[in-house]
């Protein structure tokens, strides 16, 4: 079973950043995609970027040019750097992991809160 722990969300002002980080940890597992999704109140959840194993990024339309997604395979860690954030930004940040057979691991969330 494999366990995603995230860290790094919090209270910003707009304009500011924040660096989020999620590790996995367990046994017997693999992991082709990683990345994350953001959930707003009364909003449905939302892919904000995910990142291959070989590297390949993808990111939403909303977040292009102030977000970057980047991996460390040896530590089996995504990071998730954002910046000149927004209100709209403020969300529940989820990580998740993509297994062989497109089975999906998920973190319990983190709160993103950008004041204006």
């Known amino acids: 079973q494999v366990q995603l722990v995230e860290s790094g969300g919090g209270l910003v002002q707009a304009g500011g950043s924040l660096r989020l980080s999620c590790t996995a940890s367990?046994?017997?597992?693999?992991?082709?995609?990683m990345g994350w999704y953001r959930q707003a109140p009364g909003k449905q959840r939302e892919l904000v970027a995910l990142i291959t194993s070989g590297g390949s990024t993808n990111y939403a339309d909303s977040v292009k040019g102030r977000v970057t997604i980047s991996r460390d395979n040896a530590k089996i860690t995504v990071y998730l750097q954002m910046n000149s954030l927004k209100p709209e930004d403020t969300a529940v940040y989820y990580c998740y992991a993509q297994h062989p057979f497109s089975t999906l691991s998920w973190g319990q969330g983190t709160q993103v809160t950008v004041s204006s």
């Open positions: 367990g046994s017997g597992f693999s992991i082709n995609a």
